[in-house]
């Protein structure tokens, strides 16, 4: 039985450590956990994990956005599916869940980047989720 939920606490924030380290390698658990709660406090940031049979196999942050691009929005910071479970729809379901989430709250517009070497997760987003490619996002370090 698959089940998606809020994760709400530091236990469960906890418990999806194991599947975000595959995407977010550069954290450590105790850096993880402040941000998440820092996300949250701050920012509206929702934690949430897709469990098949009770054991969680997927997650995805996202946080609700208000800029003059895109007015109302939701921008997806992380989906991850645990590399011994991809490719049986988790991660189309978790994006499904923000999509509706979105919808639900008044946000028409879901957005988010992917790291330039992801060409599988860039196939996914264009070819199975039907998300547009509209920009390249910008970094430097200061």
């Known amino acids: 039985m698959v089940l998606i939920k809020e994760l709400k606490n530091e236990t469960e ?23 998440v709660q820092e996300a949250i406090q701050k920012e509206g940031y929702k934690l949430v994990a897709l469990y098949d049979n009770e054991k969680m196999v997927a997650v995805t942050g996202f946080m609700p956005m208000i800029t003059l691009y895109n007015g109302r929005s939701i921008w997806v910071c992380d989906l991850v599916t645990d590399s011994d479970s991809r490719s049986k729809g988790y991660g189309e379901a978790l994006l499904n869940y923000v999509q509706k989430w979105s919808k639900e709250n008044g946000y028409d517009i879901v957005s988010l980047s992917s790291g330039l070497q992801r060409v599988d997760a860039h196939r996914f987003y264009e070819n199975k989720m039907e998300y547009d490619k509209v920009s390249y996002v910008f970094l430097k370090r200061v």
């Open 13 to 35: 924030w906890k418990a999806a450590f194991v599947v975000m380290k595959q995407l977010r390698s550069h954290l450590d658990e105790v850096n993880y956990l402040q941000l």
